[in-house]
């Protein structure tokens, strides 16, 4: 992508949304941190998200965290679930008012920051608040990062697509199941439906 299409980002109209920094996938113990530590680690995903989401929001942007989790029994997801949802309902992933739901760390919100309520499946959009939020703050630009990313980061940019949003998805913020999967999203998914782009970059432009 040209840099020029970063030129000039408002950071009163940017909102920078980061999806599912949460324990399960993000700290160890967690029931599916070894599935995205090597693209963690090799894409310094957590150090990098830290990184931005300040420099993000010392700039003015509006930072929203987008959780998921579900009630005991996952009866959010149906009976013959399949797919990953069928994975999250088997394992009892992301249970409510568990450790594993917990924010990280790392990335907990400030006191100024939204959170979306109401994800139970993968978009980020589809069962939440999130639009509400949104355009409630005079939101035109969606800057996504976090998990997966060719799972809910890629359900959320499409639907913010479709919804006229502005969006830029940040690679060195993100992570899938592997170093592959994420690169294959990026070179073959994302720039149909976004600005590919990395945290370095979109600051930069912040700033302009």
Known sequence: MSPTALNGINPLMTACVFIEFQNEFTTEGGALHDAVKDCMDATGTLANSRKFMDECRDAGCTIVHVPISFEKGHKEIRKNAYGILAGIKDGQHFAAGEWSSEFCDLMKPAEDDLIVKGKNGLCGFASTNLDFLLRQNGITNVVLAGFLTNCCVE???RSAYERGYHVYTVKDCCAATS??????????????????????????ALNS
């Open 179 to 204: 170093v592959a999967a994420q690169d294959a999203a990026y070179e073959h998914t994302f720039g149909m439906f976004s600005i590919p782009t990395t945290s370095k970059d979109i600051v930069a």
């Open 155 to 157: 359900s959320s940019m």
